[in-house]
């Protein structure tokens, strides 16, 4: 990797002569094969952005020029060519690279990302912030086809589209068609044509100078020749965009020549290109969504079928096998996902139901609005959705779903931490964001089969109810093929103890056991964060010394907050500690290592006891003498 090794930043590769790209290319993209194989990580999504990520560092001023990658899991050519290759052996890991781009990690990293769609609306403002200082810059979005599914990317282009002197160029690099023959040598031509420097110039001399009819037929012989290529092309040109394209994402004798022409224009600039996840791996091409997000693998084998979890199903899997289960039961059982099909575990379900599921994109908002429409018509819709992207439809939940009262039951997967995506992908605040909506009813699952009869209580309440699931398996809990509900609004007892009551959230309960059993103290399983079991929370301070509540949620309004707005309500004074996740936002990491740090493992739980209430230990021995 001679050429790949003598790149530590983008000047270094700005120095090498253009017929030396396509070999850096190669080299590239086997270091991303062997990299993300040793770590795991995002691999279809970057080996299909090499050319391009190479493409723009070598034409653009990174990074005075600035550049903001979509959702941002096709940014690990970019952090390998922006001085950052040595590093990449703790992509993901505690203390190592973020698997997105991050600002306090590289000047380069311009804009934090991970949700999608957010980069058009980001680059706007920098571009407006170059304007505003008087600076000649550029601002660069790369967004994928599937994040232009998002309100916010339109809403974003509508803004910029009115702003005709901004350095501004947004590329949709889209992945989900393959190269069509359009994709060719002269749809390469047209590309070069239209973002030509000098077709820009014709085009303004000559709105300045033809008769409005004459004007007229050049716009539509303009707009015929770019429909040849691709009809929607106009789509983008009513927003005020430049369109250029589409061209082969793969192709640097195409790229950076339009790149070029395209840097040397003002104005909103769009360029479309082509390419193929997957790029370069033939198991990835053949598989991009298996290789999308991958564990550690033996890139010369491939992935192996995993192996069987001994029984014990992912909460995710026991979300789906419900579903198939409770539509067959109610043909009225609609599910909804924002483009997150295999990740919240609805596969079957489109099999079984076709007719009755529905991926309306990354558009969070409108699947919940979506679902209040269905819900108002006597549907019962389902919404499968994470924790961290229901939170961009918090007004959607709020406005069309709660405040009318209406029957939509929400499944929050990765609720809780989630590990190697870290801070932007972690469910630490649906808790503390859901619990203060009036009419919305909130429950956390601490084993597989409590998670299934929550999502039928939740299912059967006449109101907007939700269920939270951490990520992965939970303790092994064997789970009942019937529709069961549970007791509504109930916790229950789990341990014995005295002096001190531990009260439990979802998948808090394991770990307060185990510290529970150490400690001599009462252990019970919450169950329900609203409406809280109020009762059960007085009876424990009655009997109690001291109560502990421990949650993997913030603390911040969480549901330690709500037993002490109880026990403050019902004018009792009890000495109270509450655990949970501290007020940062927690990087990725191993998930267990991450629980631990947070003292939020039986050990963490039990020491934090035992500091804030220092006699509790002898406590513990004189009740066993």
């Keep these: 990797m001679n050429l790949l090794q003598a790149i530590d930043d983008p000047s270094a590769l700005r120095r090498l002569p253009r017929a030396q790209l396509e070999p850096l290319a190669r080299e590239l993209r086997q270091f991303l094969l062997e990299s993300v194989a040793r770590t795991g990580g995002h691999l279809s999504s970057n080996l299909g952005t090499v050319e391009l990520t190479i493409a723009l560092h070598y034409v653009f001023d990174t990074p005075r020029d600035r550049i903001v990658w979509d959702v941002g899991h096709q940014s690990y050519g970019h952090k390998v060519l922006t001085g950052r290759r040595e590093r990449m052996g703790s992509l993901r890991q505690q203390g190592g690279l973020s698997g997105f781009p991050r600002r306090s990690e590289s000047v380069y990293d311009t804009f934090g990302t991970a949700h999608s769609s957010t980069s058009i609306s980001a680059a706007l403002g920098m571009a407006q912030a170059a304007r505003l200082c008087g600076e000649d810059r550029h601002a660069v979005a790369v967004i994928g086809d599937g ?133 370069g791996y033939k198991l990835a091409e053949a598989e991009p969504t298996r290789y999308h997000g991958t564990g550690k693998f033996d890139h010369a084998l491939g992935l192996t079928a995993p192996a069987p979890a001994a029984g014990k199903p992912s909460y995710t899997e026991v979300f789906g096998d419900w579903l198939c289960d409770m539509a067959a039961a109610d043909p009225r059982l609609v599910g909804i996902t924002p483009a997150m099909r295999e990740g919240s575990g609805l596969v079957r379900f489109e099999q079984l139901y076709p007719e009755r599921y529905f991926d309306v994109g990354i558009a969070e908002q409108h699947a919940v609005t979506f679902a209040g429409g269905l819900a108002a018509e006597g549907m019962k819709p389902v919404v499968a959705i994470y924790s961290t992207f229901l939170q961009r439809a918090y007004d959607q939940l709020i406005h069309d779903v709660a405040l009318q009262d209406l029957d939509v039951t929400f499944a929050i997967d990765r609720a809780g931490l989630v590990g190697a995506d870290g801070a932007t992908h972690a469910g630490n605040y649906d808790i503390a964001y859901l619990r203060c909506v009036p009419n919305m009813v909130l429950m956390a699952a601490s084993d597989e089969n409590e998670c299934r009869r929550m999502l039928s209580t939740a299912y059967r309440h006449p109101g907007p109810a939700a269920v939270r699931f951490p990520r992965g398996t939970g303790p092994g809990v064997a789970v009942e093929e019937t529709l069961e509900e549970i007791a509504f609004g109930r916790g229950e007892i789990r341990h014995e103890g005295r002096g001190t009551a531990i009260l ?24 329900f964060i609203k409406p809280l079991d109020g009762e059960l929370v007085l009876r424990l301070a009655r009997t109690h010394a001291r109560l502990v509540t421990v949650e993997e949620g913030c603390l911040m309004g969480g549901a330690g907050a709500a037993v002490a707005e109880a026990l403050a309500a019902a004018g009792v004074v009890k000495p109270l500690l509450m655990l949970g996740l501290p007020d940062i936002f927690v990087q990725h990491g191993d998930p267990a290592a991450l629980l631990a740090a947070a003292g939020l493992d039986a050990d963490g739980i039990a020491a934090a006891i035992r500091r804030r209430f220092p006699d509790e230990q002898g406590r513990r021995v004189a009740n066993d003498s």
């Design 147 to 279: 994040a232009m599914s998002a309100g916010l990317a339109y809403e974003a282009m509508n803004n910029a589209g009115i702003a005709g002197d901004l350095r501004l160029l947004v590329i949709l690099n889209d992945n989900e068609m393959s190269i069509s023959p359009a994709v060719g040598a002269l749809s390469r031509y047209l590309a070069r044509l239209l973002s030509s420097h000098a077709v820009a110039a014709a085009k303004q001399a000559g709105q300045a100078v033809l008769p409005e009819p004459v004007l007229e037929v050049a716009r539509r012989l303009e707009e015929h020749a770019k429909g040849m290529v691709l009809p929607a092309a106009t789509l983008f040109e009513h927003f005020g965009f430049d369109y250029v394209g589409p061209i082969d994402g793969h192709d640097l004798d195409a790229l950076v020549p339009t790149l070029e022409n395209l840097r040397a224009r003002t104005g909103p600039q769009f360029l479309h290109i082509i390419t193929k996840k997957g790029r």
């Design 504 to 527: 439990a959230f979802g998948s808090m309960l394991a770990p307060s056991l185990a510290a529970g059993r150490t400690l001599g103290a009462t252990v019970a399983n919450m169950r």
